[in-house]
C-alpha cells in the first residue's frame, strides 16, 4: 500500500493542474504556485495545496483577492463523514491563518461509490452559530473507465483502476496505449505514468502476471517513480532479512545459554523466544549471559515467559 500512496502523491505533485481542473469542473482554472503543505501542529501534512487563479484569463490579470488556494486531500482511510469533516476543518482553518486566502478543499475519494456522483458537495456543521465546513469530493468509482480516457484530463488515466469497471485486462491495455500516445510527455513522463498505473492497478488487486503483458519492467525501469519504489523496497527486503538473520542468531545463543544452566527450557518460554525480534533477543541474550548461577538464569527465564510481545 506504500507504493500505491507514493504514486498517487507523486502524480499530484507533478500534475496538479489536472487534479485542481477536475475536481473544480474548470478546465481553464490557473495553478500559479505550490504551498507548503506542511501544518505545524496538526500531526499530519496535507496531501497537496496550491494557489490557484479562476480561469478565463491570463495571471497576470487576476486580480489577487480572487486567488484562492485549493486544499487536496487524497482519502483512503476508512473513517466516518463526520471524522473526515473534522479533519478537512482543521486543515482549512490551519491553511487559512497561514495563507490568508479562501480555501477550497477537495477530497479525493479513492474508496468511492459506483453509484455516486463524480463531484459532489459536502457539508459538516459544528457549533451553536452554525459553523461549517465544505468541501468538493470527488468519486473515480462514479465513472466509467470509457469516459475517464476519453473525457478525463491525461494525468488521470493511469488511475483508471480506481473507476467504476477499470479493472480489467483491456481497459489496462486501452490505458497504456493512451498514455504512450501522448507525444508531448518525454518518454521518461510516460514512464512515470506507466508506473503510476502499475502501482494503482495492483493496489486494486489485479495479478501482476496479467499487468506484465502490457507494462515491461525494461520500460517502467525508464520511470525515477518506480526506480525509486523499487529500490525501496530492495532496501526494505534486504533490511528484513538481515533483522530476520539476527534475530536467529540471538534466539540460538540464549536457548544454547538457558539449556546449559538449566538442562531444559518449557515451551513457553521457548514460544516467546521465536516470537521476539532481534532487539528484545538481544536483552534477554545480556541478562542471561550476565548470570553465572541455576537460580539467577531461572529468574531470567521467568522474565521471557512474563514478557508480553507486541
Not at 55 to 73: M, P, Q, Y
Request: aromatic share 6%.
Amino acid at each position: 500500500m506504500e507504493s500505491f500512496d507514493q504514486s498517487l502523491k507523486f502524480l499530484l505533485q507533478h500534475e496538479p493542474a489536472d487534479f485542481i481542473r477536475f475536481g473544480l469542473g474548470d478546465p481553464t482554472a490557473q495553478v500559479l504556485e505550490p504551498v507548503p503543505s506542511v501544518l505545524p501542529a496538526r500531526g499530519r501534512d496535507v496531501d497537496g495545496a496550491y494557489l490557484v487563479a479562476p480561469g478565463g484569463g491570463e495571471s497576470g490579470n487576476v486580480a489577487d483577492t480572487d486567488k484562492r488556494v485549493v486544499h487536496i486531500e487524497l482519502h483512503r482511510r476508512h473513517q466516518s463523514l463526520e471524522e473526515l469533516g473534522v479533519d478537512v476543518a482543521e486543515a482549512q482553518i490551519r491553511l487559512f491563518r497561514r495563507e490568508r486566502r479562501l480555501v477550497v478543499s477537495h477530497v479525493w475519494d479513492l474508496y468511492g461509490d459506483r453509484n455516486a456522483p463524480v463531484l459532489s458537495e459536502r457539508t459538516l456543521e459544528y457549533g451553536e452559530m452554525g459553523s461549517r465546513c465544505v468541501y468538493q469530493r470527488v468519486n473515480l468509482r462514479g465513472l466509467s473507465w470509457r469516459e475517464l480516457l476519453t473525457k478525463g484530463p491525461p494525468a488521470l488515466w493511469a488511475l483508471v483502476a480506481l473507476t467504476r469497471d477499470g479493472r480489467d485486462e483491456a481497459v489496462i491495455a486501452k490505458a497504456c496505449e493512451a498514455i504512450e500516445a501522448r507525444v508531448e510527455w518525454s518518454s521518461a513522463e510516460r514512464a512515470d505514468h506507466l508506473a503510476v498505473l502499475w502501482f494503482v492497478a495492483e493496489a486494486e488487486d489485479m495479478p501482476s502476471r496479467m499487468l506484465q503483458e502490457y507494462l515491461s519492467e525494461e520500460r517502467l525501469m525508464e520511470s525515477a517513480l518506480y526506480k525509486s519504489i523499487f529500490e525501496k523496497g530492495e532496501a526494505r527486503g534486504e533490511a528484513r532479512g538481515e533483522a530476520r538473520g539476527e534475530a536467529k542468531a540471538y534466539a540460538a545463543m540464549l536457548l544454547r545459554v538457558l539449556l546449559d544452566r538449566l538442562g531444559v527450557v518449557d515451551a513457553a518460554v521457548r514460544e516467546r523466544i521465536r516470537g521476539a525480534d532481534a532487539d528484545l533477543l538481544k536483552i534477554w541474550c545480556e541478562d542471561a549471559l550476565s548470570v553465572g548461577d541455576a537460580d539467577a538464569t531461572r529468574r531470567v527465564a521467568e522474565k521471557i515467559r512474563n514478557t508480553p510481545l507486541g
